[in-house]
């Protein structure tokens, strides 16, 4: 059956070209972010080490958006294959070997997609390899990983991805009658904004601390202050987006904002999925960036190894958050084609009632980037409350490193943006299908 069944797989190009331009994407990236790394773990450098905790650190923060980015592709293929999943149901199939069987289906595409990363890795290698770090180019050498560790990463990617299907398939019940997405999201409760600001409040005593005890405690403090932060923006971020996307929806002066609006307030939790990735490197890459440029813009007392080693770390900061707003960007395009697949009879209706394409591209579109306002938004003002002093005198002394940050969000941003785009053929499809 499982062969049959992945036979006809690569034959319909709606079912598997997304699904695989996704995973290609993000093993691509994956494998550089990697091959990176090992170019810090093996350089030899004085401050060799330092590099070395900051890849870690990068492929950490990464970590979320990749892993969101795989199980919406996941998610776009238990959706997608509903028609020949329920003829099979239909002929006798039982649920687990339906679910085998998409499993495997996604382990195929996964292949496919890692196969085609680690060409795009390769493709990008000599240009990626101009970028200086420890005062020269890390070269395509120095961004090749070898072979092992090659082989280890796809084995290592190809698992997750086989994970996020089945995390994508949890939710999803086949039935003779169809396949159908199990929709019980959760509420988002008030009680997230107390914790939150409990945990923030904690963060600044334990920050004012750290000077004190010894230098163990105050590296741990210090590290807990920043932390916990982080948490936070998670916690609270979905109940701050379901409170101002209610607002938005009682301001509504469109039928495009009425609907984006709603189509957030459904789940602003599956929102967040798609986008809250970026929240973190925001906050991080702000605040870092900032006391770096503080840093850098110091009169006296600087060597010429600490003036490329800021430099480098600040390069890091941007390329991490680029990284992590492209991931964003492909995250959308994915989500947001499932969904419009999942709402097809609403959209075939809407036409039918006199709104054309451009107004049901807008109402994806207004949903998806004022969700990301709303989350660039909560980032900065929690970074600007956690570490004023830092954003202050960066905006006095260095305000060339607070226009980058500012021109790499707004870059990030229209990432996004296009990302959003991607939905238009898929919507016209569905507009005008019969």
């Known amino acids: 059956m499982i062969r049959l069944f992945l036979g006809k797989l690569f034959q319909e190009h709606s079912i598997w070209l997304l699904p695989v331009a996704a995973f290609t994407l993000t093993s691509g990236i994956a494998f550089m972010v990697i091959g990176g790394s090992m170019f810090f773990f093996t350089m030899e450098n004085p401050e060799a080490e330092f590099y070395a905790i900051l890849a870690a650190l990068a492929l950490v923060l990464l970590a979320v958006p990749m892993f969101s980015l795989m199980t919406s592709a996941a998610r776009l293929m238990a959706r997608r294959r509903d028609e ?11 649920t687990a070997q339906l679910r085998r069987l998409a499993v495997a289906e996604a382990a195929v595409l996964a292949l496919a997609g890692l196969l085609g990363g680690s060409l795009l890795y390769t493709a990008l290698m000599p240009a990626v390899g101009l970028l200086p770090f420890g005062g020269s180019p890390m070269g395509v050498q120095g961004l090749w990983m070898g072979l092992d560790i090659w082989a280890l990463s796809f084995l290592g990617l190809l698992a997750a991805a086989t994970a996020a299907a089945l995390l994508g398939m949890r939710r999803i019940q086949v039935t003779p009658l169809g396949v159908r997405t199990l929709q019980s999201p959760a509420r988002v409760h008030w009680v997230r904004v107390v914790l939150a600001v409990l945990g923030v409040i904690a963060a600044q005593v334990l920050a004012r601390l750290s000077g004190f005890g010894s230098v163990a405690m105050a590296v741990t403090v210090s590290l807990i202050a920043v ?3 982080l948490v936070v923006v998670q916690v609270v971020g979905p109940w701050v ?11 509504a002066r469109s039928v495009e904002r009425l609907i984006a609006a709603r189509s957030v307030l459904e789940s602003p939790q599956q929102m967040w999925k798609q986008i809250g990735g970026v929240s973190i490197t925001t906050y991080v890459g702000v605040i870092a960036g900032c006391g770096l440029g503080i840093f850098a ?16 770390v600040q390069r890091g900061v941007w390329l991490t958050l680029a990284v992590a707003f492209l991931m964003a960007a492909c995250s959308v395009g994915v989500n947001q084609t499932a969904q419009v697949l999942d709402r097809k009879h609403l959209y075939s209706s ?3 009632m006199g709104m054309d394409v451009q107004q049901l591209q807008r109402i994806r579109t207004l949903s998806v980037m004022r969700s990301l306002g709303i989350v660039v938004t909560i980032a900065l003002i929690t970074a600007a409350v956690t570490a004023f002093p830092i954003i202050g005198i960066a905006v006095v002394t260095a305000p060339a490193t607070v226009v980058t940050a500012l021109v790499v969000l707004g870059l990030g941003m229209l990432a996004v943006y296009a990302g959003a785009q991607v939905t238009r ?3 016209r499809r569905v507009a005008f299908a019969h």
Do not use: C, F, W, Y
């Open 425 to 427: 053929p898929t919507m």
């Open 84 to 94: 020949r999943l329920s003829s099979l149901r239909l002929i006798g199939a039982s």
């Open 241 to 251: 987006l379901k409170v101002v996307t209610r607002r938005h929806l009682k301001k």
């Open 350 to 352: 809407l036409t039918k």
């Open 227 to 229: 932390a916990v932060p």
């Open 297 to 312: 813009a110091g009169d006296g007392g600087v060597s010429t190894q600490e003036q490329i080693l800021m430099a480098d």
